[in-house]
Antibody, heavy 121, light 108 residues
Framework: EVQLVESGGGLVQPGGSLRLSCAASGFTFSSYDMHWVRQATGKGLEWVSAIGTAGDTYYPGSVKGRFTISRENAKNSLYLQMNSLRAGDTAVYYC???????????????WGQGTLVTVSS | DIQLTQSPSFLSASVGDRVTITCRASQGISSYLAWYQQKPGKAPKLLIYAASTLQSGVPSRFSGSGSGTEFTLTISSLQPEDFATYYCQQLNSYPPWTFGQGTKVEIK
């Protein structure tokens, strides 16, 4: 059974840092792209970062230069290092597995339960 | 970046109703669109990918259609467990992997 379990959320002051983790099980972790997606309370889904199987990384402009995604395949773990946090980063952060099908099809098939990050003084 | 606009943002329906949600893309995305269902306090769940392919285990009352810039998610007969928020996501031109703003389906 595929499982993704996030941890590391909490309360942090503006300008502070936090590192989220996502423990994966039930599949060959190294063979899949992985993503972080966040959701502020009462708001929609926002893609935050992605890492490919070769370690290539991607970010939207809203977090580029502040967030760093990484993976440790030996530990079946995904990470998100968040620096220079702002109130607008307050959200539930989900990790999700990316699946490639056919030549260019893609979807996110499994998601963790999320971890809450609150940025406040 | 490709923008996705869902309509309506909110709909009120009764058990047994046929429900249709539309997702429009700001430019053509072929059939690279997915639909997710999210219940309060829970993670999103994949329902449909490639615009019309039902994910394993998803009830057949859910269906998707469309290509290019206009897509629909249809629930043929709304069940109590279907009251949730639904999101579309484009997977044609990435990054970024963008989502629609969501459609909340509530009980009438």
């Amino acid at each position: 059974e595929v499982q993704l379990v996030e941890s590391g959320g909490g309360l942090v002051q503006p300008g502070g840092s936090l590192r989220l983790s996502c423990a994966a099980s039930g599949f060959t972790f190294s063979s899949y792209d992985m993503h972080w997606v966040r959701q502020a309370t009462g708001k929609g889904l926002e893609w935050v970062s992605a890492i490919g199987t070769a370690g290539d990384t991607y970010y939207p402009g809203s977090v580029k230069g502040r967030f760093t995604i990484s993976r440790e395949n030996a530990k079946n773990s995904l990470y998100l290092q968040m620096n220079s946090l702002r109130a607008g980063d307050t959200a539930v952060y989900y990790c999700a597995r990316g699946v490639i099908y056919d030549s260019s099809g893609y979807y996110f098939d499994y998601w963790g339960q999320g971890t809450l990050v609150t940025v406040s003084s | 970046d490709i923008q996705l606009t869902q309509s309506p943002s909110f709909l009120s329906a009764s058990v047994g109703d046929r429900v249709t949600i539309t997702c429009r893309a700001s430019q053509g995305i072929s059939s690279y669109l997915a639909w997710y269902q999210q219940k309060p306090g829970k993670a999103p769940k994949l329902l449909i990918y490639a615009a019309s392919t039902l994910q394993s285990g998803v009830p057949s009352r859910f269906s998707g259609s469309g290509s290019g810039t206009e897509f629909t998610l249809t629930i043929s007969s709304l069940q109590p467990e279907d009251f949730a928020t639904y999101y579309c996501q484009q997977l044609n031109s990435y990054p970024p992997w963008t989502f629609g703003q969501g459609t909340k389906v509530e009980i009438k």
